[in-house]
């Protein structure tokens, strides 16, 4: 049945929204809902064929309604193959955003130049969503870090990616959940400046204590 | 006292207060409006920015300067100074984010005419214009390449039913008015006409309120 496959994938995506990680990439099944749209277009070809051109839906009305569902079977098609990359782009991107070293880009830290993390981070890999990155999403990743990277450049004073909760307090107390290696601040060890040590408490080094 | 208070009481024409202020309440202005509105706001061309810009680097620098200072009267005024750069970076950082936020979520609708264009900063539009170009890669190497050409765009129109997507221009915002006018708002049963007074809050569609925000007759809250 058409747009069977089309579905899963929606439904695929769905799911992804609301999962802490990103899922395996259905490579199969986005071949299948590909190749579904090339013999329905190769299906219409054929049924247009005998008519050199010339068909008129009132005639056939038969012929005519086929072609309809298959236009419209190819079309909706698309739209859940776009839907699917969409949702799993705009998870990538959030990740991106959060500093996370979504493909290990061999040391290449997306992090603040002001604290020295001791060695790169790579917290996406703890849930193993690297593994399930197509290679073409791995590019995409890779591609979108260079774009961020570049337009925050623009903006190096406000650190772009830095906190969007309103800033409190100057100075926050925090606890160290792991070893970090050793960190460089101006102010002491664990009473620290909140927008040093914004990218350690995001990579799970601190904890902020309230 | 708080934030509203202050933008209430200061016409944005005076000009008896210090330019820095003025910019600190027009970038104030600025954030306020971009979050509450949901279309992409026109990116202020009087230089906001750059100012804000060049300020922040000032006070930086002046953290520095000051830090080697062991006298405690510097350290108090080197705190100060330093929480109000913070409050002063999350303004701008925040801004920049809610718009890239829209930019993304409708990246084609506001690349599509040099009006929606004209909106954007230039750094925007560069992020704009790449990110879609990476986006259509993507789909591309992933699966559209595969598709017959004639299904390869992705900003098809067939059947009536546009690939672009658009910001909803009938999502409700609050308003207040800065000058005595007459408010016309489309409802679903019926339309409405109010004679609105200075500093009247209103909630409306947002395509309603726009031309009133547009000509500075109201502000968006």
């Known amino acids: 049945m058409h747009g069977d496959l089309g579905n899963k994938l929606v439904q695929q995506a769905k799911r992804t929204q609301n999962l802490a990680h990103l899922p395996p990439y259905q490579t199969e099944l986005v071949r299948a809902v590909t190749r579904e749209v090339r013999d329905l277009d190769k299906d219409v070809a054929a049924l247009l064929e005998p008519f050199q051109g010339s068909f008129h839906p009132t005639d056939d009305q038969a012929v005519a309604c086929t072609l309809l569902v298959n236009h419209l079977s190819m079309r909706r098609n698309k739209r859940c193959l776009l839907a699917y990359h969409h949702t799993r782009t705009d998870k990538l991107e959030k990740l991106v955003w959060k500093g996370y070293d979504v493909v290990d880009l061999a040391g290449q830290q997306v992090g603040d130049g002001s604290v020295n993390a001791g060695g790169a981070s790579n917290v996406a890999n703890g849930d193993g969503s690297m593994n399930n990155l197509s290679p073409q999403e791995e590019d995409y990743v890779r591609q979108y870090s260079d774009l961020l990277a570049a337009y925050k450049g623009q903006w190096t004073d406000i650190d772009l990616t830095g906190s969007l909760e309103p800033p409190r307090d100057l100075f926050i107390d925090v606890r160290v959940l792991k070893d970090a290696g050793e960190i460089q601040t101006e102010y002491g060890q664990f009473y620290v400046r909140q927008g040093d040590v914004e990218r350690l408490i995001a990579q799970g080094y601190l904890q902020k204590l309230s | ?221």
Do not use: C
């Open chain 2, 1 to 221: 006292m708080d934030i509203d208070d202050i933008l209430r009481e200061v016409d944005p024409a005076s000009q008896s207060i210090p330019a820095e202020t003025r910019d600190l309440q027009a970038l104030t202005r600025a954030w306020v409006a971009e979050r509450s509105s949901p279309e992409l706001l026109r990116w202020p061309a009087d230089g906001l920015f750059e100012r804000v810009n060049d300020r922040i680097k000032q006070q930086i620098e002046r953290v520095e300067e000051m830090t080697g200072d062991m006298d405690p009267k510097t350290n108090f005024a080197l705190i100060v100074i330093q929480t109000e750069l913070e409050r002063f970076k999350y303004l701008v950082r925040s801004y920049l984010r809610a718009r890239i936020a829209k930019i993304d979520q409708h990246t084609l609708h506001y690349l599509s005419s040099p009006d929606m264009r004209a909106r954007l900063s230039e750094t925007e539009q560069a992020y704009a214009t790449r990110h879609q170009a990476l986006l259509h890669n993507h789909y591309l190497s992933s699966f559209l390449s595969a598709f017959p050409p004639a299904l390869q765009n992705l900003n098809d129109s067939a059947g009536n039913i546009s690939m672009i997507d658009t910001p909803d221009t009938d999502t409700a915002v609050f308003i207040r008015l800065l000058k005595d006018s007459l408010v016309e708002g489309r409802g679903t049963d019926g339309d409405g006409i109010m004679d609105g007074k200075n500093g009247d809050i209103i909630i409306l569609r947002w395509s309603d309120a726009k031309p009133l925000v547009d000509s500075g007759r109201a502000e968006v809250i």
